[in-house]
């Protein structure tokens, strides 16, 4: 993959993918001639930071205002570069079966919107680094999921299941609220009366005997009048039972995304019709938001900052957990790979590993608290634990650059 | 930049005596999926304790009823870490979409926890993880509560899913983790006789829901 140069490209182009390598950048127009505007504009104020990241900022707040514009796109193009990589990197990682790295490709993607939700840029860590954890946290789980269900008989995946993750199912599948707490309920019913007798293993679960149907209709009707609306009809043996593999059916499309018109401009932000932002809203001058020299100045010096507090915290660890860190955040080497050439057991080099960020965690959290002034809560210290893994991964690459 | 940071998701392997043990234990509830979730909770208690044994500086220990014919009802177990409480939440969903919290543990005064940990439980690979964390405050103030099952349920991603948090938050002062709650009413004997009465028959599979709302959780609390 060649790296984008321009902001102009980072904000408007789209990788396009063959099932495993990257093809070319293809430009969205419309999010160009947005981007061009806006930096004609940004160029005729003062002061302002025109930087990838100051960019970035703008964006991510223009989304939280106004989340139907073309944010969604700019920011959608410029994570393309961090979800290749994460992707090829998971696939370089997998064992067993392969995925197409387009397919890792679009489930990462899909996650943006959660992204944007959940990015705080407040505090500290770049979109990049916390839309990459969310990126390689998707395809591990997604993998995982898929590969479950593959294994697994309609039976055995019901009971693996939220009943979020049911109920979104069967949204997908449009059905109606009415119908999705019948199909629920059913569900309830037969996570209560059915599973293996003999061992607590459900991969295998073999479909309810008669006597097990008659119960799980009994239970529905007893419930009926208190869980579901008075027009919910009876249920019967025969109806649970293709209600329930209807159920399972809409889980594994669910988990099977259909990977028709992949990636191109603003297809996957699912807002639907995105507006252009420029000029409707020229008049409201939405560069006030892009932040100042002023405010990016203030940053860097609590980066720098930041960089010292755990460049002093690395150097009280241990030589040998010194060498784990270089491992694998310098040479990215995987758990398994350290274990070997380490000759420890993976357990080992995980549980050595977390102890490590959990010591530097813990510096950077008390610094926090005696110079910001931040209140130690568990939302802010998981703020802190993200910077700390930037920081890691960028003293890794400048170990390996040394 | 590449990030992939696997440290914060482990699997702990349930032992075999713990398994067998647990399935034995189990046995004595008829309804299949009661019984199952009994074994679940046991499972869940007997591998997480041992490894907050080793991870914690202070002893862990059991402070709830604990049971197959109390995870026969209500699903779920509480570990004191000092002062700290802890509720295990175990479930067998392989997706991390959402945590479910029984009732129970939010809003009974005597059950409530500071930390509420969702574990999954792969039975076929024998381990768990635990996947992630939320404080009583995040359940009462940004739970959904499902009239239906009696829960409070977070969306998976508002937890805070990086459990190098969680044992760094043990080492500082304790952040404020829980919401007030109101008490409970008070219930005569009698009535409280009744209302076990009628979850006592064990032909009843749901039998949480079979009793009005805040009499049966007081009722549990017997």
């Known amino acids: 993959m060649n790296p984008r140069q321009s902001i102009t490209e980072l904000f408007s182009t789209f990788a396009k993918l063959a099932d495993?390598?990257?093809?070319?950048?293809i430009c969205d127009r419309r999010l160009r001639r947005n981007v061009l505007k806006h930096l004609e504009q940004a160029a005729k104020s003062d002061g302002l930071d025109d930087s990838e990241q100051g960019w970035v900022l703008y964006w991510h707040q223009l989304w939280q205002n106004h989340p139907e514009n073309l944010a969604t796109g700019h920011l959608s193009a410029y994570l393309q570069e961090p979800c290749y990589w994460v992707a090829r990197k998971m696939m370089s990682h997998q064992t067993g079966t392969q995925y197409p790295l387009a397919d890792c490709f679009q489930i990462a993607i899909a996650s943006l919107s959660d992204i944007l939700k959940r990015y705080s840029p407040n505090h500290g860590a770049s979109l990049k680094t916390y839309a990459s954890l969310v990126f390689g946290n998707t395809i591990r789980d997604s993998l995982r999921q898929q590969h479950e269900a593959d294994i697994r008989t309609d039976w055995g995946l019901l009971r693996k299941l939220s009943q979020k993750r049911l109920v979104e199912s069967l949204q997908q599948t449009g059905l109606s609220a009415d119908a999705i707490a019948s199909y629920v309920l059913a569900w309830t019913c037969f996570k209560t009366l059915w599973t293996s007798g003999d061992a607590p293993a459900t991969r295998r679960l073999s479909r309810p005997d008669q006597a097990?149907?008659?119960?799980i209709a009994q239970l529905y009707n007893r419930q009926r009048p208190h869980q579901l609306s008075p027009t919910a009809p009876q249920g019967t043996p025969e109806t649970l039972e293709r209600w329930l593999l209807s159920c399972a059916k809409y889980v594994r499309a669910y988990l099977?995304?259909?990977?028709?018109?992949?990636?191109?401009?603003?297809?996957?932000?699912?807002?639907?019709?995105?507006?252009?932002?420029?000029?409707?809203?020229?008049?409201?001058?939405?560069?006030?938001?892009?932040?100042?020299?002023?405010?990016?100045?203030?940053?860097?010096?609590q980066q720098a900052q930041i960089n010292e507090v755990?460049?002093?915290a690395l150097t009280?660890?241990?030589?040998?957990i010194q060498t784990l860190l270089t491992l694998y955040y310098g040479q990215q080497l995987t758990q398994q790979q350290i274990a070997v050439q380490l000759d420890i057991k993976q357990y080992t080099v995980s549980r050595r590993l977390s102890s490590a960020k959990e010591s530097l965690l813990l510096k950077l959290a008390q610094w926090s608290q005696e110079t910001l002034h931040i209140s130690l809560t568990s939302t802010a210290v998981s703020h802190m634990s993200v910077v700390l893994e930037e920081w890691l991964e960028e003293k890794g690459r400048l170990k390996i650059e040394d | 930049m590449v990030l992939i940071s696997d440290t914060s998701t482990q699997w702990l392997e349930i032992p075999?005596?713990?398994?067998?043990?647990?399935w034995q234990q189990s046995q004595v509830i008829s309804i299949p999926g009661n019984r199952l979730q009994a074994y679940l909770n046991q499972v869940c208690l007997?591998?997480?304790?041992?490894?907050?044994?080793?991870?914690s500086e202070i002893e862990p220990v059991i402070s709830s009823a604990?049971?197959?014919?109390?995870?026969?009802?209500?699903?779920?177990?509480a570990i004191a870490l000092g002062t700290t409480r802890l509720v295990l939440m175990p479930t067998e969903a392989m997706d991390k979409s959402e945590f479910r919290v029984p009732q129970e543990w939010v809003d009974l005064p005597s059950w409530v926890g500071d930390y509420y940990l969702a574990i999954e439980i792969d039975t076929d690979e024998q381990s768990l993880t635990i996947w992630g964390y939320a404080t009583h405050e995040m359940l009462k103030s940004q739970g959904q509560y499902d009239p239906g099952d009696r829960t409070y349920s977070l969306d998976g991603a508002d937890l805070i899913q990086d459990m190098t948090v969680f044992w760094v938050m043990q080492q500082l002062v304790a952040e404020p983790t829980r919401s007030e709650i109101p008490a409970l009413p008070t219930l005569s004997a009698a009535q409280a006789e009744a209302l076990i009465q009628r979850v006592a028959d064990l032909a009843i599979a749901l039998p949480r829901l079979e009793v009005p709302l805040n009499r049966g959780v007081l009722c549990w609390s017997r």
Not at chain 1, 20 to 25: E, L, N, P, T
Not at chain 1, 212 to 215: G, L, P, Q, R, V
Not at chain 2, 16 to 22: D, G, M, R
């Open chain 1, 20 to 25: 495993d390598h990257f093809v070319c950048w």
């Open chain 1, 212 to 215: 097990t149907w008659d119960a």
């Open chain 1, 256 to 301: 099977y995304p259909a990977t028709t018109s992949l990636n191109l401009s603003k297809s996957e932000s699912g807002a639907g019709e995105l507006q252009d932002d420029l000029p409707d809203r020229a008049g409201a001058s939405p560069l006030t938001d892009l932040i100042t020299q002023e405010e990016l100045q203030e940053r860097q010096t």
């Open chain 1, 310 to 312: 755990l460049t002093t």
């Open chain 1, 316 to 320: 009280t660890l241990n030589p040998q």
């Open chain 2, 16 to 22: 075999q005596t713990v398994h067998e043990q647990s």
């Open chain 2, 46 to 55: 007997q591998t997480v304790l041992p490894w907050l044994q080793e991870r």
């Open chain 2, 66 to 77: 604990s049971s197959p014919a109390v995870w026969e009802l209500v699903n779920g177990s």
